[in-house]
């Protein structure tokens, strides 16, 4: 079945770029996979480094205008686009599951939670305001006012190819900044279907464009052109340090949503069965490709047997398959490179001595795509790679430590310091335990902690920078400070 078979409005299924209004095809073409069966959905045009300039000049011309558009006329605009995102929502939920094979109710959930960052934005726009200071000056008044960065451009990656957007661009259009979005070249059919609605809901030209194609020349014309004031984005830990070093040449400032090793702290006065739930949720959310996914199950040792027979009885009944079927629990992974990465991690824990407790195989033969088995590992050592990395696959490993100070050690011992989980029902445990782990997030007794109004990013090598709420709004505006003098004679 095609893509445009799939869809209600076919008109939202676009393999062309977005610039200045205008749908612009590209040299060749990138191919785009379902990873479900690997097969080819769609070929996308490249338009490289010359589209990027098309696109960074028409962001800067638009600009002039759009950052005068008051907010709230903006925000009417966003709510246009919010309400046809939801009018579309099954459209784009099934583009999602096509493209990065997720599983297509959670695909549902994603498009919502993307579009509830357009409409908290929208709101959130009209709130941007500065203060009055006091000044040692005599006869003088200060006041700081926020105004719109500029031009952004935002690199999205293809694990939320929908949600991911919005968080940045639906704050950025709020304060008043004009947007070049590079998708990940393996889902560009989400982020080009948004741009349709976008066009659909009123967004002017040049205001929102989307750039497919060659990413280390895309990318390096949104790092490096002056015109660029700020580069947004989600993906590994080592991309982030390569557009970071890029940045620096225009000074831009750069907003960073990177990679993380999650610890999932299980207390012994948890609710066991509720952790177990926990830990499915974070875990085996798409895939395990998420960077607030739960990898390092840390358990107190006289819970911890209990723990792993919990998550075994669960881990095991998970049903991989193809994100459209009605009883699948976990989807494929985005290409076959990942099932070999996954699978060199778990097999490396074996050879160590760990134990799998469950799966701990590729399933790709035997399901036809690119599947990797849900699996628990019992046993192995804080220094293997499957403790160490961000395992962005279907794989979770459980260790012990008894002391609030070694479990807090053993949960910093990482560079990542994105999100994290603990699960308790001693309050004096969650102010220590809160305060002493080095992380951006922390869930008590919930597995999940995104939301449009709440600040999410993380610290060491997680990133730079909060998005969603008020701080996902700031971020996008730059803090000017006016003194008036000679105001009393
Ligand atoms: C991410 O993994 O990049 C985002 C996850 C989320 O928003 O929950």
Not at 92 to 104: C, D, H, S, Y
């Amino acid at each position: 079945m095609s893509v445009t078979d799939r869809l209600d409005d076919k008109s939202l299924f676009r393999t062309d770029s977005f610039i200045d209004g205008q749908w612009v095809s590209g040299e060749g073409g990138v191919e785009v996979l379902n990873p479900a069966n690997n097969a080819v959905i769609a070929t996308v045009g490249d338009v490289g480094e010359a589209g990027a300039r098309k696109a960074v000049a028409a962001a800067t011309r638009a600009f002039e205008s759009w950052k005068k558009v008051s907010p709230f006329e903006r925000a009417r605009l966003l709510m246009n686009w919010y309400k046809l995102i939801h009018e579309n929502a099954k459209d784009l939920a099934t583009l999602i599951t096509l493209e990065m094979g997720k599983v297509n109710k959670e695909a549902q959930g994603e498009v919502i939670y993307g579009a509830s960052f357009i409409e908290w934005s929208a709101e959130e726009g009209k709130r941007v305001h500065g203060e009055t200071l006091s000044t040692p000056f005599p006869g003088s008044r200060g006041w700081t006012i926020r105004q719109p960065i500029g031009v952004v451009g935002c690199i999205t990656p293809w694990n939320f190819p929908n949600a991911m957007i919005t968080r940045k661009c639906a704050p950025a259009l709020a304060a008043g900044c004009t947007m070049v979005i590079k998708p990940a070249p393996e889902t560009p059919l989400s982020a080009l279907a948004l741009a349709e609605l976008a066009r659909r809901a009123g967004i002017p030209d040049g205001v929102f464009n989307v750039v497919c194609g060659d990413a280390p020349a895309i990318g390096g014309v949104l790092t490096s052109s002056s015109d660029v004031r700020m580069v947004g984005f989600t993906g590994s830990t080592a991309v982030g340090k390569l557009l970071m070093k890029q940045a620096a040449s225009t000074v831009k400032r750069v907003a960073l949503e990177l990679g993380g090793n999650a610890p999932f702290i299980v207390m012994d006065d948890a609710d066991i069965e509720k952790a177990a739930d926990g830990v499915i949720a974070s875990k085996f959310r798409v895939s395990g490709q998420t960077c607030v996914s739960a990898n390092r199950i840390i358990a107190q040792p006289a819970i911890a047997d209990k723990l792993v027979a919990a998550l075994e009885a669960r881990i095991s009944k998970l049903k991989a398959g193809d994100g459209f079927a009605s009883d699948t629990d976990v989807g494929p992974l985005i290409h076959m490179t990942a099932v070999s990465r996954v699978d060199k991690l778990v097999s490396q824990a074996r050879e160590q001595g760990a134990r799998i407790v469950t799966g701990g195989k590729s399933l790709a033969d035997e399901l036809g795509g690119s599947f990797y088995a849900p699996t628990l590992i019992d046993g192995a050592d804080p220094s293997l790679d499957v403790s160490c990395s961000e395992i962005f696959g279907p794989v979770c490993s459980v260790y012990r430590a008894e002391s609030e100070a070694d479990i807090i050690k053993l949960a910093n011992d990482t560079p990542y310091g994105l999100a994290a989980y603990i699960y308790t029902n001693d309050v004096g445990r969650v102010h220590r335990l809160s305060e002493g782990i080095e992380y951006g997030m922390i869930g008590i007794n919930a597995p999940m902690v995104g939301a449009a109004s709440t600040p999410f990013g993380g610290v060491k090598e997680s990133g730079i920078g909060r998005e969603g709420g008020k701080w996902g709004v700031e971020e996008f505006t730059e803090l000017k400070y006016v003194l008036l003098g000679g105001v009393e004679g």
